[in-house]
């Protein structure tokens, strides 16, 4: 597989080494939405100091910067972040543009090793139609030396951006775009529910030609679970067929369809992560979730007496029990399974996996045929991750307040949380235990944040 470049790599440095830049050219029309010193308010840190108008790293894993969270409307952007930092062989620095709150990625680098210098590091994105709470996030391990200088975001010209895409079908309800970098094998992936619109980039469609892939990516218009293709369309079977190895890959619905399709597309191992049995509101009678979508959606797929014959590894949360029911209907169809389990991941299991940093290591060992450490897997998404800490607590307070207040307190204290995460979810969880009749035991759920709190500004 091919080295990953480094993230502190520029257009001009890429150019010449023959690479083709995926940078906005110096030509592209740029209009600066905003530019802000590391230390002006509106940015945070978790993990940081702040002095000499920069924010610098303190030995402790976590997010050096995240903010400052604001609304845009349609259009491509850039979010270009100038840091300088020194990475030790083992240790990462993760960059993501993230919407909502954190709820939607639109972008991610990692860096595993660079030289201790300082330059811009960008992250290109599109937004299909106007989104809130955008933030810049750096994340870094506590051996990382870095120091960041300012944020901003750059309005960029479509027309200055180089884009190496073909596409190799349309039906006027889906697309399939190939990013090709002339390699013998290629991903196949599916997006998942509301990862909708033909321009939106595609299901990982930068991580696998960052590993040595062509990556394939199917985009639905909308929510229709891929109804509108009974069979993979001729195109797409003939070009894969040029391939010497073939994954499929998919999360939620996305990995419904990667499943349903395996066998057109000749996958040799497909990777479905919090995957659906089917759309059919009779056939899953538990399912609730997307019951109003699901009702309005033609149905062309059946699995009748399908079967899959390529090598198969589900992710999921056996604790979910409508993730765990659409895993059981799958098993039969499924003649080479290989199931990894992740309890209290909830859905999709791919959330906590990236909040955590976990996913890229799973994925590299699954396409590279080795063991996933699953207990390792775990425990750093328990230290790591806010959507499983989430997930973990309000589980235990189900069965058993004393418990999950125990979790809470040791979560808040032993593992690296944003105060934003500590206050708001404090705030859902005292909710929850009032609602179950438990007014004392909320009333510690707020002290143990606020005390947590304190601590991490004192």
């Known amino acids: 597989m091919r080295a990953l470049k480094s993230l502190f790599s520029t257009p001009a440095m890429d150019a010449a080494q023959g690479a083709p830049s995926a940078e906005p050219s110096s030509s592209g029309s740029r209009q600066t939405v905003f530019d802000l010193y590391a230390t002006d308010e509106r940015v945070k840190t978790q993990v940081g100091s702040r002095s000499d108008g920069r924010v610098h790293s303190t030995g402790r894993t976590g997010f050096l910067l995240y903010g400052p969270y604001v609304t845009l409307p349609a259009g491509s952007y850039e979010a270009v972040i100038t840091a300088r930092a020194d990475v030790p062989a083992g240790a990462v620095i993760d960059f993501d543009v993230m919407a909502e709150l954190g709820g939607f990625m639109l972008a991610q680098r990692t860096n595993e090793t660079c030289l201790n210098r300082e330059?811009?590091?960008r992250l290109p994105f599109t937004l299909e139609h106007e989104r809130s709470g955008i933030e810049i996030r750096m994340n870094v391990d506590a051996q990382v030396r870095a120091t960041v200088e300012r944020v901003q975001i750059d309005s960029v010209s479509t027309s200055g951006i180089v884009r190496e895409k073909t596409r190799i079908f349309d039906n006027e309800e889906t697309v399939a775009d190939l990013t090709s970098i002339d390699s013998r094998n290629i991903c196949i992936t599916f997006q998942p529910f509301d990862f909708t619109g033909f321009e939106a980039k595609g299901f990982a469609e930068d991580f696998f030609p960052s590993i040595g892939y062509d990556v394939l990516c199917f985009k639905p218009k909308r929510n229709v679970w891929y109804q509108d293709m009974p069979s993979m369309p001729p195109a797409v079977c003939s070009l894969l067929g040029s391939y010497e190895r073939r994954v499929a890959y998919g999360s939620s619905m996305g990995?419904?369809?990667?499943l349903y399709f395996a066998d057109d597309l000749m996958a040799d191992h497909v990777i479905a992560v919090s995957p659906q049995y089917s759309p059919i509101l009779a056939d899953i009678p538990f399912e609730k979730r997307w019951h109003d979508v699901l009702r309005s959606v033609g149905i062309s797929h059946r699995w009748h007496d399908r079967v899959v014959g390529a090598h198969t590894t589900i992710l999921y949360d056996?604790?979910?029990t409508?993730?765990?029911?659409?895993?059981?209907?799958?098993?039969?169809?499924?003649?080479?399974?290989?199931?990894?389990?992740?309890?209290f991941?909830?859905?999709?299991?791919?959330?906590?996996?990236?909040?955590?940093?976990q996913l890229k290591p799973v994925l590299l060992a699954l396409l590279d045929g080795k063991n996933v450490d699953l207990q390792s897997v775990r425990r750093i998404m328990r230290e790591r991750s806010q959507h499983y800490a989430r997930t973990l607590i309000l589980h235990a307070n189900t069965r058993n307040p004393v418990r999950a207040l125990g979790l809470f307190n040791h979560i808040v204290r032993t593992t690296e949380k944003a105060p934003t995460w500590i206050r708001s979810f404090a705030d859902v969880f005292a909710t929850q235990l009032e609602y179950r009749g438990h007014?004392?035991?909320a009333k510690q759920a707020r002290a143990i944040a606020q005390s947590a709190l304190e601590i991490e500004t004192a």
């Open 439 to 441: 007014p004392e035991f």
């Open 345 to 357: 991941s909830s859905h999709p299991s791919i959330a906590p996996l990236q909040e955590s940093r």
């Open 119 to 121: 330059v811009p590091v």
């Open 318 to 320: 056996p604790m979910l």
């Open 255 to 258: 990995a419904y369809a990667a």
């Open 322 to 343: 409508a993730d765990r029911l659409h895993v059981d209907l799958l098993r039969p169809h499924l003649a080479n399974l290989h199931e990894l389990r992740l309890p």
